[in-house]
């Protein structure tokens, strides 16, 4: 898949500390099994002069103190907190200077961010999208940018997961309703 690089970002979605370390509190070994292929992906980007995006779940102490019905401490219990190890993007993956990093509250990136907005000015139509988790930020993520009429290529080995069968659920859903899914080796920037 040949992708102009004048109008695609790679977004990496919450390649962090707290899904991807062993010490993290969601840790998630599918999660870190994708920081080698995510460093790939990020890589040929940055070769061909591509823009590339990063997203940090990150949650106030108390962001939930008054939530009616979303309630993601009450799901996951308290992760990913504001100012602490967890929050940061893992070692091994460092978002240059001049790529953008967005602090996102929820499971979409695009929700109450300046991510659409940041996408538009930057004249970006393609998104490349790979992180964690599948069928968590990385599917919320990418099915808002296809509703935002962005084109989603979920790259399906660069993709972290709980469990195999949330990735394979995500990427055939993706696939079948929003976006398109291909594997790394085909990822191509021109």
Sequence with gaps: ???DADSAAVVVVDMQN???HPDGS???PGSEEAIEPVGQVVDRARDAGAEVVWTRDVHPPEQFENAHYYDE???WGEHVLEGSWEAEVVAELEP????LVVVKHTYDAFYETQLEGWLDAHDIDDLVICGTLANVCVLHTASSAGLRDFRPVLVEDAVGCIEEGHREYAL???DFLFGE????DDIEFT
């Design 1 to 3: 898949m040949q992708l």
């Design 18 to 20: 707290g899904f991807c």
């Design 26 to 28: 969601l840790y998630a």
């Design 73 to 75: 401490f009450d799901r």
């Design 96 to 99: 240059a200077d001049d790529d």
């Design 172 to 174: 055939e859903h993706a």
């Design 181 to 184: 899914v291909t594997p790394l």
